[in-house]
């Protein structure tokens, strides 16, 4: 289903409207779900999200990882979802740009590792006062590494306020935010979409 949306694009705050396009379909394991992509025509601005049919409660999920084989676990990542990578100390926040994606953990490990990799070619243009980033890059790339070798063991942290994340493993850890947690946490950009109460209007 597509349609036209009268909303001003968040990036280049143009008038045409976005497009809306949904789908629904099955996720192995995720279940009975919804994929929302917004898209702008002016600026070329995408935004997808996940929003499942069961189970939206503000929770986090957690898996360790230890092994090679960890690197195929499924991942669903909505917009609104923090990742943590806990012995690393690094995290994703949801911001302007968020969008949501399937994935496994390798394509995770990935998305972090390109991150780094930007902030790396950015320190080395800044020459000699880029040393300190430099190496503190390397060395998360070179742990990054161990991590998809299986030679270093890290958990994975998926926190999603909407609810709308998941890590799907067995083993995988699931436990609902508090309060505190869930006003800590960003958001992300957020699909607009009519609510009942905007019907009774
Ligand atoms: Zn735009």
């Not at 790339?141 to 299986?150: H, Y």
């Not at 947690?181 to 009942?196: A, N, R």
Request: aromatic residues 4%; hydrophobic residues 35%.
């Amino acid at each position: 289903m597509e349609s036209t949306i009268d909303q001003n694009c968040p990036i280049c705050h143009s008038e045409a409207g976005l497009k809306l396009i949904v789908h629904s379909s099955e996720i192995p394991y995720f279940g009975e779900h919804t994929e929302m992509t917004l898209v702008c025509d002016s600026c070329g601005w995408r935004h997808t999200d996940f929003i499942p049919a069961e189970g939206k409660k503000a929770s986090a999920w957690s898996m360790k990882i230890s092994e090679r084989d960890h690197l195929n676990i499924r991942v669903v990542r909505s917009s609104s979802c923090t990742v943590r990578i806990v012995e690393l100390g690094l995290e994703v926040e949801p911001g302007d740009n968020a969008t949501g994606y399937i994935s496994n953990i390798e394509g995770v490990l990935n998305r972090f590792e390109d991150a780094i990799g930007i902030i790396l070619r950015s320190a080395i243009l800044e020459g000699e006062e880029g040393i300190d980033t430099i190496s503190a890059c390397q060395e998360l790339i070179s742990k990054l590494n161990l991590i998809k070798n299986g030679e270093e063991v890290t958990e994975i942290v998926l926190l999603d306020p909407m609810g709308h994340s998941q890590i799907l493993h067995e083993n995988a850890k699931n436990w609902d935010l508090s309060d505190e947690e869930i006003s800590s946490l960003e958001v992300g950009p957020q699909i607009p979409i009519m609510d009942s109460s905007d019907l009774t209007e």
